[in-house]
């Protein structure tokens, strides 16, 4: 597929199988990811394979709650909602987390 159609055909999932996703295809997604470009080659990220259900249910709470705590308005909306789930209720799900410590190249 040549990237204009993949771009233009792309669509967000919200409804997941219940399926294992084999470790290689793990594996791709984060050699994707760590292949994407970034500012001055800093690369400030780092990624977390969460495959743990139990994990995943207490970051869904933590987010309702952060939600709910927020200023804007739907997302104050959305977490009151009974079946609040950021995640769709994924099988595995990745983190994309940025590292701070990293300098900022200034003039």
């Given at each position: 597929?040549?990237?204009f159609?993949?771009?233009?055909?792309?669509h967000?999932?919200?409804?997941?199988?219940?399926?294992?996703?084999?470790d290689e295809?793990?594996?791709?997604?984060?050699?994707c990811?760590l292949?994407?470009p970034s500012?001055?080659n800093?690369q400030?990220w780092?990624?977390?394979?969460?495959k743990?259900?139990?994990?995943?249910?207490?970051l869904k709470?933590?987010?309702?709650?952060?939600?709910?705590?927020?200023d804007?308005?739907w997302?104050?909306?959305w977490a009151k909602?009974?079946?609040?789930d950021?995640?769709y209720n994924?099988?595995?799900?990745?983190?994309?987390c940025n590292?701070n410590?990293i300098k900022?190249?200034?003039k």
């Open positions: 597929m040549d990237v159609n993949l771009i233009t055909t792309r967000s999932c919200r409804k997941f199988i219940d399926k294992n996703i084999p295809y793990l594996t791709q997604i984060i050699e990811g292949s994407a500012a001055m800093t400030p780092h990624f977390v394979i969460i743990d259900k139990k994990f995943i249910a207490k709470d933590l987010s309702k709650t952060a939600f709910g705590n927020s804007v308005k997302r104050k909306e909602k009974e079946d609040f950021p995640f994924p099988k595995v799900l990745i983190l994309v590292n410590q900022k190249f200034t």
